[in-house]
C-alpha cells in the first residue's frame, strides 16, 4: 500500500473512533447528583419502579419514603431511572394518572 493511502486510511478510522466515542462524554444528561450514592439508589429503585409500574396498582411503585422527601439526589436519580426504564407509551402520555395538578408524570409525583 503506498503511504498516502495508509495516512488517509489512519486518519479515516481516528476520525471515526472520535465520533463514535465523543457521544460516550458529553457533559448533557449527567446530574450533578450522579456521584451522590443515594442518586445510584434513587436510580435503581425509579429502573424498578419503571419497568414493572401499573397505574392502577400503588404497590408496583417502589421508592425509599425517607430517601425521596429528604434527598434531592435521590429524587434527581429516581426520576431519572423511571424515565429511563419505563416502556414508551408512544407518546400518549395518558398512560399515566394525572396528579391533582393535572400532571401526568407517573408515579413521581412531581
Same mark, same amino acid.
Given at each position: 500500500m !503506498? %503511504? =498516502? %493511502?495508509i495516512n488517509r486510511l489512519i486518519a479515516a478510522v481516528l476520525l471515526v473512533s472520535l465520533v463514535a466515542l465523543s457521544g460516550c462524554s458529553t457533559p448533557f444528561g449527567? $446530574?450533578?447528583y450522579a456521584d451522590d450514592p443515594l442518586y445510584g439508589l434513587g436510580y435503581t429503585d425509579g429502573c424498578g419502579t419503571g419497568t414493572g409500574f401499573n397505574p392502577?396498582? =400503588?404497590s408496583t411503585v417502589i421508592r425509599d419514603p425517607e430517601g425521596w422527601s429528604k434527598s434531592k439526589a435521590y429524587r434527581a436519580g429516581w426520576k431519572k431511572g423511571f424515565n429511563a426504564c419505563r416502556p414508551s407509551s408512544g407518546g400518549n402520555s395518558s398512560a399515566y394518572p394525572a396528579d391533582a395538578q393535572g400532571r401526568r408524570? +407517573? !408515579? $413521581? +409525583?412531581?
Open positions: !503506498p %503511504l =498516502r %493511502l449527567k $446530574s450533578e392502577a396498582d =400503588r408524570n +407517573g !408515579p $413521581s +409525583g412531581y
